[in-house]
């Protein structure tokens, strides 16, 4: 960021007077605010997406009244969850009550900064990429928990408990799922992640196809990261038939909105790790992006990338409108006693697979046999 | 739980969630598995035999009482009168439709055919009274009994000064039992034009309150 | 280290030290489990701060993940927590006073005479090196934290988990009624 507000002063003459740091300040004022407006379209479209993929996968139309097709019936929600009445339950704990969605947010929204959206788009290229991941959103877990309990409703309370069980649970088969990739990279840098899966070798360079291990690993990553998000086959936390709607139950008005955003902004984040771990990121096939102008290259690695993870993101869709819901004990035997092994399982396999082959994929091989 | 169960349990879970994310595709690729029918701009055609609301023609109708009688939640309510001919004349009938479920019976009972269902099925109100379907509007009854009661009093009237003209004719070539019948014809003479027009008064007020009590209320809002 | 920085220090060692009193004098234990939220966060805008960014991340995953967590669980899960007068009682002041400064001169004569290893410059990335040093010299102590972690999992696991035989016994006796 402050190398772009050094050459963003060399650029504009204007600005020479102006001390650097506040022009990286501003800068990152205005990348914050660009990712912003794209988090909330995604969420926008997002929410439109599902409801028309539920329509179409239980045999319904779905939302077609507003707009063409329906199509601006994101906006009419919008617009609805922003005028609603704010109503606070009059024994709530306002000031947790008041709290809580915003550390939601944040903890989702906050994951958005390290999503590597291109060969240059990146808000910040930290090099602890996906640990960073990991801990933001451990923030969410505080803020379900706190909402539950400040609503002073039974079903939000249990809402929250299950949420934050749930989500501590499943953190750690998604962490240990990531690993390989991080493994095969050798940095926790998502843009790093990314780069290694680039080259000459197209699809074959994804980690997906890098060894057995990382394939299994993908589908392990996906599962505890549905799960984490609180998708459908394991939204306990909002079990509308049990629970009403959970944790949110008693918030309304932008509040809920808030709770609802997060909620979208978590599935775009599992999708882009998915992504840029296993599904080779921006990385265009048989190409290298970086060859090109600065623009054009990134141009279409953002292009590359949000294919991938909207594609990804819309079969997160279809899982979560095909199974039905797990019951609690099923949920913590399915973290515990399936996906906990089976990621250290396979841990262990890509680690020795790493350490015989020299680092070397299945792909790669097979391209060195034939020079 | 041995190692097998445990690899078999993941391998089930595999291959049934693939198996319902097949069917979920092929329903969501394929648009001829939408169902949803746009109602208010798309409709269904009506079968053959469809039961919808009830309709009485009350041209037909003989008052013969069996739909009311056949009704397992009594939602049909009817109120008539002896006419002049000896036959029951109408003078209320109504179905709470709110409250009809359409199973039928009154339809297949009904001997004339009169009470019939309709194929409608569209029926929104703010009052509950207003689901009160009244064949014979409320204000009408009255001027009914009142005409019925005039028409039967004028044929007793008439009846009475026939059988006076034949008990008249009768003594003078009769026998005793003519003499008898002439009696009993002079005393019903009498009667019938005292009682029954005031029976029917007192009918009358009473009618509009037995059954359609929260449908007046409903009109008054409105 | 030019304006910005020192600015952004005092703000995260206000952040730290403001929610740490919040902490210790809130009535109310939820209100001071949040106070301690914003206190882990000023510490790893702190860590932030010295190019530890690993360490940064790992205290907001540890402890706002994990031990903030456990804590509002054990607060969700005791009886008569919302009765604020109860949660948090000032007992012994005068002895409490006493174990504090003690600790307290304890502590600071530890961080003011410890000779720190300073490195100048950006130290960045850390990640491996932290890795390496766990797996090797600092492998002991980073296996026996390990393994009474393990311990204790297992020992709460153990208490957690009903009586079997008990149980078993109690669902017969109930077919058998």
Partial sequence: MEALAISLVNAVPLLAGVPLWTVTLLLMVAVAAVILVFALTFEGVGSLVLRKVAGDIQARIGPNRVGPNGMLQFLADGVKLVLKEDIIPANADRLLFKLAPYFVFV????????????????????????????????????????????????????????????????????????????????????????????????????????????????????????????????????????????????????????????????????????????????????????????????????????????????????????????????????????????????????????????GKGIPGMIASLFG | MGLKAYLNDIVEAVVTTAKGMRITARYGVDPKEEVTLQYPEERWEIPKGYRGFLHNDIKTCTACNMCVKVCPIDCISLESVRGADKKMVLCSYDINIGRCMYCGLCVEVCPVNSLLHTSGYEMASVALGELILHFIAAEDAPEIKARVARQVAEAAVKAAAQAAAKAAEVPSSGTAEAAKVAEAAKAEAAKAPVVEPKAAMEEAPQAPVSEPTVAKEGEKKE | MSGPADFIFYAAAAMTVGAAILVAILPNILYAAVALLFSFAGVAGLYVLLSADFLAATQILVYVGGILVLLLFAVFLSNRISDGKTTNPTHFRLPAAAICLVLFGVLSYAAVSTPYAVKKGVYLPTTADIGELLMTRYLLPFEVASVLLLAALIGAALLSRPDRAASVKGEMEEGKR
């Fill in chain 1, 107 to 358: 903890g989702s929204f906050a994951a958005f900064v390290v999503v590597p959206f291109g060969v240059g788009l990146i808000a910040a290229d930290l090099n602890i990429g996906i640990y960073y991941v990991m801990a933001v959103t451990s923030l969410v877990v505080i803020g379900v928990l706190l909402a539950g309990w400040a609503s002073n409703n039974k079903w939000a309370l249990l809402g929250g408990m299950r949420a934050a069980a749930q989500i501590v649970s499943y953190e750690i088969p998604v962490g240990m799922a990531l690993i390989p990739a991080v493994l095969i990279a050798g940095s926790l840098s998502l843009q790093d992640i990314v780069r290694s899966q680039g080259g000459l070798l197209g699809i074959f360079g994804w980690n997906l196809f890098h060894n057995p291990f990382t394939f299994f690993s993908f589908f392990l990553y996906f599962t505890a990261a549905q799960a984490e998000t609180n998708q459908t086959p394991f939204d306990l936390p909002e079990a509308e038939s049990e629970l009403v709607s959970g944790y949110n139950v008693e918030y309304s008005g932008i509040r809920f909105g808030l709770f609802f955003l997060a909620e979208f902004g978590d599935m775009f984040i599992v999708a882009a790790l998915a992504t840029a771990c296993f599904l080779g990121g921006w990385n265009v096939p048989f190409f290298h992006v970086g060859t090109l102008p600065w623009i054009w290259g990134n141009l279409l690695s953002l292009g590359v990338f949000l294919t991938k993870a909207f594609a990804m993101v819309l079969i997160m869709m279809w899982v979560r409108w095909t199974l039905p819901r797990l019951r609690v004990d099923q949920l913590m035997r399915m973290s515990w006693k399936y996906l906990v092994p089976l990621t250290f399982v396979n841990l262990l396999g890509v680690s020795l697979w790493l350490l015989v082959f020299r």
